[in-house]
């Protein structure tokens, strides 16, 4: 049983937790409403490009002269996943999510006889696939630093894998992020970047009987919108990542804050206990002693 001096000592030392799990509870809660204003902005841009690209691959479908970010390689073996996670911890289950969704990914693309290879945009992608998948990591972007995540940011990320698939290192490109829901929910998304995940359900505009035409055509509008699509669902992705780390990280410490309350209270009833009983004792003695005079 623990004295009365490391008693007070633990007492001291779960209260100084407490004002630092509550000082980043706070801030937490500052950063998450600008990055949650900053995701509400991106969705419609993303998901209207998204739009027009399936409006426009609608046209091309069985044309021998589509574009490769469109059509692929016309290969389905080699595998790139781009991992996105968070520079730092103490968010709860943020990135042990991502990395078990690209764990699964991972294992069901080499279960079909798929190579795979690892980008992790994110130190803390690396540190949870290093142990497993180290050999098929390629490379970590770090992002250390970057207090608001911006379109410079996401840009080189794409030009990177717009450069890989033009040399010719990868046939198909998955990205892995957490989709931001609500400060109590986040989910692990992936999201094929190349070729471009083109939704079934984008129906053509009813132009009632009327004919019309591009211009320019479709294949060379396609060729500018592919590539800056792509740096445009990393950047939506990190939006995301960004939204979805500090409502996880309030939540972890809002959580941290009552556990070391319900430790506080704990903590003090047994120091109470203990000083009392060891009163009790003084007086015994006391009592004894005069008793004994």
Do not use: W
Not at 83 to 89: K, L, P
Not at 106 to 128: H, N, P, S, T, Y
Not at 215 to 226: G, K, T, V, Y
């Amino acid at each position: 049983m623990a004295n009365l001096k490391a008693l007070r000592g633990r007492i001291t030392s779960v209260k100084s937790t407490q004002k630092i799990t509550k000082a980043m509870n706070m801030v937490a809660a500052a950063k998450l409403r600008r990055a949650q204003d900053s995701v509400e902005a991106s969705r419609p841009y993303a998901e209207r490009m998204e739009r027009v690209i399936g409006t426009l691959a609608s046209g091309m479908e069985g044309r021998d002269d589509a574009p490769p970010l469109l059509a692929g390689t016309g290969a389905d073996q080699r595998h790139l996943i781009v991992v996105a996670t968070a520079e730092r911890g103490l968010c709860g289950g943020f990135n042990a999510n991502i990395a078990k969704r690209a764990r699964a990914k991972i294992a069901e693309l080499e279960e079909a006889g798929k190579d795979v290879q690892i980008l992790c945009v994110g130190r803390k992608g690396r540190d949870a696939l290093r142990r497993m998948h180290g050999r098929k990591i390629i490379d970590t972007i770090e992002l250390a630093g970057v207090r608001n995540v911006g379109f410079e940011h996401a840009s080189p990320i794409g030009q990177r894998l717009l450069k890989m698939f033009e040399n010719d290192e990868f046939d198909v490109c998955h990205l892995i992020f957490s989709k931001f829901v609500s400060v109590l929910t986040q989910e692990p998304t992936v999201l094929r970047l190349i070729p471009a995940q083109v939704s079934g359900d984008v129906e053509p505009p009813d132009l009632e009987g009327a004919v019309y035409t591009y211009e320019p055509d479709e294949d060379q509008i396609l060729r500018e919108l592919l590539p800056r699509n792509i740096s445009v669902q990393i950047f939506r992705g990190l939006l995301e990542n960004a939204a979805s780390e500090q409502g996880a990280r309030m939540t972890a410490m809002d959580n941290a804050t009552r556990n070391a309350g319900d430790m506080i209270d704990r903590l003090t009833l047994e120091y109470n206990r203990q000083r009392q009983a060891a009163i009790t004792n003084e007086l015994i003695e006391i009592i004894s002693g005069a008793e004994a005079l």
